[in-house]
């Protein structure tokens, strides 16, 4: 299997652009979550789902956030417009049977 | 509501120390409990978990120990190697949908 696939793995934008994460989760998995790390506020849930809809997004900053995942193979995380302090690393992550398995990541900065 | 606390970091040791990582838990429910380690560069790797009391999980010489008694479910390995530095994270599952609540992490170095 090849893991939890992100792309892209690096983003470089300025600041007022629309940025979109994509995740494509291990096959057969029900549940999809959104994560982002920084130095100062470390492992942040943002949003998660099961079996494609939208569980609890209590964890989105604000609402230039959105994510969606329009089938069990797809996911996507939107900033828009984009800021300087959205800058992190952006995590998708997948699980089934209670064990949750991380993408690579999609190192973000926003000038 | 479901937490985890786990030892501030940064840890540094020397190569074949003892390791010890400390981590409690928020006692409610019978959560499974996780160890996650994340490499430089690159997202968190399930490291090991246990599912129920007195349940010991291990993985790569790593051991954890689910003690319900002290809500814990510390870390340890005999003898480090430089290729454990990492940012380990403890971690307990909560609520449905395999929700996994997260520790701040430690940061481990090991030095030759």
């Known amino acids: 299997d090849a893991g939890v696939i992100q792309s892209p793995r690096h983003e470089v934008t300025e600041m007022g652009q629309e940025v979109t994460l994509r995740c494509k989760p291990i096959s057969g998995h029900n549940s999809l979550f959104w994560y982002r790390q920084t130095m100062m506020r470390g492992l942040e849930l943002l949003i998660y789902f099961n079996n494609n809809v939208p569980i609890d997004d209590s964890g989105m900053p604000e609402d230039r956030f959105s994510a969606k995942m329009p089938n069990a193979s797809f996911s996507t995380l939107k900033i828009q417009p984009s800021e300087p302090r959205d800058s992190a690393v952006y995590f998708c992550?997948?699980?089934?049977?209670?064990?949750?398995?991380f993408g690579p990541g999609t190192r973000l900065t926003v000038l | 509501g479901d937490s985890v606390t786990q030892m501030e970091g940064p840890v540094t040791l020397s190569e074949e120390a003892f390791l010890t990582i400390n981590c409690t838990y928020t006692a409610t429910g019978y959560p499974s409990l996780f160890w996650y380690v994340q490499y430089p560069g690159e997202g968190l790797q399930l490291l090991l978990k246990?599912?129920?009391?007195?349940d010991k999980g291990s993985n790569k010489g790593f051991e954890a120990t689910y003690r319900k008694e002290t809500t814990s479910f510390h870390l340890e390995k005999g003898s480090v190697q430089v290729s454990d530095s990492a940012v380990y994270f403890c971690a307990r599952d909560s609520g449905g949908y395999q929700k996994v609540t997260f520790g701040t992490g430690t940061k481990l170095q090991v030095i030759p």
């Open positions: 246990a599912t129920k009391a007195d």
């Open positions: 992550a997948s699980s089934y049977s209670g064990d949750t398995f």
